[in-house]
């Protein structure tokens, strides 16, 4: 059985850093990569952040691209999402997430709220 635990979310202002962790368990590696999803109120969840177990291999949705660094402690089986210059439009529930593609998930996890005021 595989849990992601998400953790870091909070309350900040427009312009102000989170760094979002997520700590995966009940398997001590996995070949998947992992990702970041989020899902804003009234909104469809949509896809942030991945990175690949196997390489240095990135990848990022538009609009997060040079403020959000997706990064990854391996030994430890946790992935970061380090979050710079947010906005009110960052705000949003953020899941953890694993799968064979970032299109393809197996594991969620519970999430972390995000809000950004302005």
């Known amino acids: 059985q595989v849990q992601l635990v998400e953790s870091g979310g909070g309350l900040v202002q427009a312009g102000a850093s989170l760094r979002l962790s997520c700590a995966a368990s009940?398997?001590?590696?996995?070949?998947?990569?992992m990702a970041w999803f989020r899902q804003a109120p009234g909104k469809e969840r949509e896809f942030v952040a991945a990175i690949w177990w196997s390489g240095s291999v990135t990848s990022y949705e538009d609009s997060v691209k040079g403020r959000f660094t997706i990064s990854r402690d391996t030994a430890k089986n946790t992935v970061y999402l380090q979050m710079v210059s947010l906005k009110p439009e960052d705000t949003a529930v953020y899941y953890c997430?694993?799968?064979?593609?970032?299109?393809?998930?197996?594991?969620w996890g519970k999430g972390t709220l995000v809000t950004v005021s302005s």
């Open positions: 009940g398997r001590t590696f996995s070949n998947y990569p």
């Open positions: 997430a694993s799968g064979p593609t970032p299109r393809t998930i197996f594991y």
